[in-house]
């Protein structure tokens, strides 16, 4: 990975092998400014991608711009190998690690730069170590490629500052075994029903109604992951929508055990919701 000391300036390009433009505004360029925003004092954040319809992994998302750049040699070993890149570059004043960017499912989606300021005898392996971290906390918010090229939010009216998100923020950390968190509602205002909040983005994205009042579940990934929806309530047991939950799922795993414990989160949220309208409250 050879990232330039200055860059003039951020644009979005029409990829040559795929029929649109990535949006002005994507998935992935939402969590590389994420990052950006919580790690303090990093340089550079790129993903090499490839999503559908896309024959090799361009530049989907940086904080530096060359959108589209297609991955040189460097950036392709790293994706074919599964092997790390670890670099002192630009005169020893930068530290570059480049290592394979997953999915949810551990699945390999590209490629991930990240380039740390360096002064000569600082501990490589922290810097390392502090990569891993941020490449493992992306894989946690991508359900598939796809997804990082989507336009974020889906919806051009939707907001993420709203109750619902910031209580989904808040829940998931204290529940590391889960892969995937969402709820689902209809705004008061009107509108459809929709993503209102993820772990994945999608916000906005219209969704099917869970009109039955019955839980609903799959596998997902190839049966990598178990998927259950079910009624979502406020504190005084008005339905308000759906709460959706993905699992890690490995051979002979109990799906009645996920549903439980699919109906233990979802009790545990409630007496954090006074209301549908809370949902969609504004909470920055």
Do not use: C
């Amino acid at each position: 990975m050879r990232i330039p000391l200055i860059v003039l300036g951020a644009f979005t390009l029409a990829l040559p092998v795929r029929a649109e433009p990535l949006p002005v505004k994507g998935y992935g360029q939402e969590l590389v400014d994420q990052v950006m925003a919580k790690e303090p004092g990093l340089l550079v954040v790129v993903m090499h991608v490839s999503p559908p319809g896309v024959t090799n992994y361009p530049i989907i998302a940086s904080n530096i711009g060359r959108i589209g750049k297609v991955a040189d040699e460097d950036d392709m070993r790293v994706i074919t190998t599964g092997k790390t890149n670890l670099e002192v570059a630009h005169g020893g004043t930068r530290f570059e690690v480049e290592m394979p960017m997953y999915d949810l499912a551990g699945n390999t989606i590209g490629a991930l730069g990240i380039v740390f300021p360096y002064k000569k005898g600082a501990n490589k392996a922290i810097l390392e170590k502090r990569a891993v971290a941020i490449r493992d906390w992306l894989a946690r918010h991508i359900v598939d490629a796809g997804s990082l090229v989507e336009t974020y939010p889906v919806d051009p009216l939707a907001t993420t500052k709203t109750h619902a998100q910031k209580l989904l923020n808040a829940t998931l950390p204290h529940h590391p075994e889960v892969d995937l968190m969402a709820i689902r509602a209809k705004s008061p205002k009107g509108g459809g029903y929709s993503i209102v909040a993820s772990s994945y983005g999608r916000i906005g994205q219209k969704s099917e109604e869970l009109a039955s009042g019955q839980p609903r579940a799959a596998q997902a990934s190839g049966g990598k992951r178990y998927e259950i929806e079910l009624p979502l309530f406020s504190a005084k047991g008005d339905g308000v929508g759906a709460l959706t939950v993905g699992w890690p799922m490995g051979k002979g795993d109990d799906e009645k055990a996920f549903l439980a414990r699919a109906e233990k989160l979802r009790d545990e949220l409630r007496p954090r919701i006074s209301s549908l309208e809370s949902l969609f409250e504004l909470d920055p």
